[in-house]
Nanobody
Framework: QVQLVESGGGLVQAGGSLRLSCAAS????????MGWFRQAPGKEREFLAA????????DYVDSVKGRFTISRDNAKNTVFLQMNSLKPEDTAVYYC??????????????????WGQGTQVTVSS
């Protein structure tokens, strides 16, 4: 089992940047592919990005490609989401998630095993 805690959310103006962090504890962090999701009020949770166990593969939803970057530091048991050129429509609660996998290069957009509690991101116009 792994516990996840997100941080780094806040209020930012449109065009600004934020860097979210997700700290993991419990089982070996490098055993998990990691993902970031978000949920805006009244909307379903949305996949944003995923990264494989050692960072060799990343996947992004089209709406954030070129603006968001997922990365991880296995020595620090942390996954990051760098968000640039933020827009008001990026306002949401952002969640990280962990997916236990044997594959070094596997990522997916659904079916994650563990979730953090979320961090609020608000982008003002």
């Amino acid at each position: 089992q792994v516990q996840l805690v997100e941080s780094g959310g806040g209020l930012v103006q449109a065009g600004g940047s934020l860097r979210l962090s997700c700290a993991a504890s419990g089982r070996t962090f490098s055993s998990y592919a990691m993902g970031w999701f978000r949920q805006a009020p009244g909307k379903e949770r949305e996949f944003l990005a995923a990264i494989s166990r050692y960072g060799g593969r990343a996947d992004y939803v089209d709406s954030v490609k070129g603006r968001f970057t997922i990365s991880r530091d296995n020595a620090k048991n942390t996954v990051f989401l760098q968000m640039n050129s933020l827009k008001p429509e990026d306002t949401a609660v952002y969640y990280c998630a962990a997916d236990y996998t044997d594959s070094y290069y596997y990522t997916r957009r659904f079916g994650y095993d563990y979730w953090g509690q979320g961090t609020q991101v608000t982008v003002s116009s």
